[in-house]
């Protein structure tokens, strides 16, 4: 099945009209499949909580006691809740699908807490491995053991015949032993990689430490899985994200490997999850010829979305400022893009009537993709363009306004407020702290903040990101009373960020994100009704049940 630009843009009164529509022919026509009855159901901000929600053929086709019963007939399946809490589907806009999903399976060096077990977990994994393959994995972060970067010299001694190349957190660094930067041919005589950086000690000899674009230097070098082991990543990732309540992921990526996994996963059927494919902005000729010749896929897999890197991370200190680092001034972060270029992509894929998204943490990347974003909007005239940044991390004062004047989504990731709050005040200072995470100064100012997790750089787990936007509690435990406490969001706020907002980000309001009459059922049944539990709590509640259209795909 091809879902046509015009139907999967159809919103408003067009779009409740079809929903209402399709609801009536049910009720005229056939009765409920399922029923789920004694629960709480929180159908949208602001609206009383409903007792019952009733299904029929991948829809929510009744909502209420009343409605259930009447619609329900001695073939429809009752299925009672005990009072439990029900609420949309989580959907996650911004994941790195693929790479998380391998990494379910690779060595994790979160936990390393110091150099030592750094190499002990690497030598750990080396010694697990076939001869040829690569140690991998990865989400290390010096910050836990003073911020010093690994040197290959920490891990050459435990993998004297195994290639390493393990990331960091955030994806913008890789740590690499001495094997893996001579299979590479990285050494002392290679250049500089323009919109990246190979680190090198005082001699001028790399460390084995690459950032951003030079990553791509040892990238070519690791020998690519088969098809099969990528669908079968991607299966386990599927059955993790439904078992944290995520109902549908948009896949930010920069290559096409992520894609054409889901896409042979599609052809053998549901995918389980849903799906929005984001493919590389410089690829939109590409993309375009696909939508011209296929439309934008279904339900299930959809593409039509572009996505740049424009910028770095703060963690990596190659996030763009208009002013140096705090505690590295002879940086103020780097492009990895022209800006001419990233305009010219910007101005043909618009045109060509793709949705792109613009990865941009620091300050001036931030004004940068917003000045981008207006040139563009005003060559090629109005539309509903629903232009996003991804991070919006950094914001310098008037930028917040921006947002919603230009009407560009802020897709943020609450849960990197309470990790990068641990160091961030030692890398751009107090000051600039002010428009960062800013959550709610965002919606104060009428902007649309969509919600994500960035995976695997903070875990797939929608949860842990509705209490960091609530909380803001730092990981280390040392800002209970929530750091940058102004932008704390309400529960509700939070909710909306990860349903609504996120369905209204990749073009899918009319049909997923709201418990309502004709929407696609996509929903989860909690253990705790989470506007009546304390806050602090939120991290500590369970998915009981994850139902994506109409079927179960979980049950704890």
């Known amino acids: 099945m091809s879902i046509r630009r015009r139907d999967l843009l159809a919103g408003g009164a067009g779009g409740l009209a079809w929903a209402l ?58 299925i009672d809740l005990g009072g439990a809490f029900v609420m ?3 959907i996650d806009c911004h994941t790195h699908f693929l ?11 979160r936990e390393a807490k110091s150099p030592q077990e750094f190499a002990r977990i690497i030598g750990e994994a080396a010694r697990a491995l076939k001869p040829g393959q690569w140690v991998q994995g990865g989400s290390w972060d010096a910050e836990l053991w003073g911020g010093e970067l690994p040197d290959r010299s920490w891990i050459d001694p435990v993998t004297p015949d195994t290639p390493v190349a393990v990331q960091r957190l955030d994806l913008h660094m890789l740590a690499l032993n001495s094997l893996a930067l001579k299979l590479a041919g990285i050494d002392r005589n290679t250049p500089e990689v323009p919109g990246g950086v190979i680190v090198r000690d005082k001699q001028g000899n790399p460390t084995g430490i690459l950032k951003d674009a030079a990553m791509d230097l040892v990238k070519r070098a690791i020998p690519a899985p ?11 990732g599927i059955a993790h994200g439904l078992s944290k309540g995520v109902t549908q992921v948009h896949t930010t990526e920069l290559d096409w490997k992520t894609h054409d996994a889901l896409r042979r996963l599609r052809a053998k059927g549901e995918t389980d999850m849903r799906f929005y494919s984001f ?31 424009y910028d770095g991370s703060l963690g990596s200190r190659t996030a763009m400022f208009y002013q140096p680092y705090d505690d590295a001034p002879d940086t103020k972060g780097i492009p990895i893009h022209t800006r001419a270029d990233v305009q010219q992509w910007t101005d043909a894929a618009d045109a060509a009537g793709l949705q792109i998204t613009i990865h941009a ?122 750091w940058l406490p102004e932008q704390k969001l309400t529960i509700a706020q939070a909710l909306h960020a990860y349903t609504a907002t996120n369905a209204y980000a990749g073009f899918q309001d009319d049909r997923i994100g709201r418990i309502a009459p004709g929407m696609l059922a996509d929903f989860l049944v909690m253990d705790a009704d989470l506007f009546a539990i304390d806050p602090a709590r939120i991290g500590d509640t369970k998915v009981l049940r994850t139902i994506v259209n109409g079927t179960e795909r979980f049950h704890a």
């Open 21 to 78: 529509a399709g609801t009536r022919g049910w009720a005229a026509g056939r009765a409920l499949d399922t029923a789920y009855v004694n629960a709480t159901v929180w159908t949208r901000q602001g609206m009383p909580a409903r007792s019952a929600i009733g299904v029929a053929d991948g829809r929510i086709a009744a909502i209420g006691a009343d409605a259930v019963k009447a619609a329900s007939s001695r073939a429809t399946r009752t």
């Open 88 to 90: 949309p589907g989580f």
């Open 99 to 109: 790479i998380g999903s391998d990494l379910l399976t690779q060595p994790n060096l």
């Open 226 to 236: 088969t098809e099969a082991d990528r669908e079968a990543a991607v299966r386990k």
């Open 279 to 309: 493919l590389p902005l410089q690829d939109w000729a590409k993309v375009k010829a696909l939508v011209d010749a296929e439309g934008r896929g279904d339900d299930w897999l959809r593409w039509g979305g572009l996505k740049l890197q």
């Open 361 to 482: 943490i620091g300050d001036k990347a931030n004004d940068e993709a917003l000045d981008i974003f207006a040139a563009a909007a005003a060559k090629n005239g109005s539309r509903d363009r629903r232009f996003r940044i991804e991070h919006a991390q950094h914001l310098a004062p008037a930028a917040i306004a921006r947002f919603a004047r230009q009407q560009v989504i802020a897709s943020m990731q609450p849960y990197h407020a309470i990790d990068d709050g641990r160091w961030a005040i030692q890398r751009v200072g107090a000051e600039r702290l002010k428009g960062t995470y800013a959550f709610k100064s965002l919606l104060d100012a009428g902007a649309k903040v969509a919600f994500g997790s960035d995976w695997p750089v903070a875990p797939l787990d929608p949860l842990t990101g509705v209490a960091a936007a609530v909380l803001r509690q730092t990981i280390d435990g040392a800002n209970p009373g929530g």
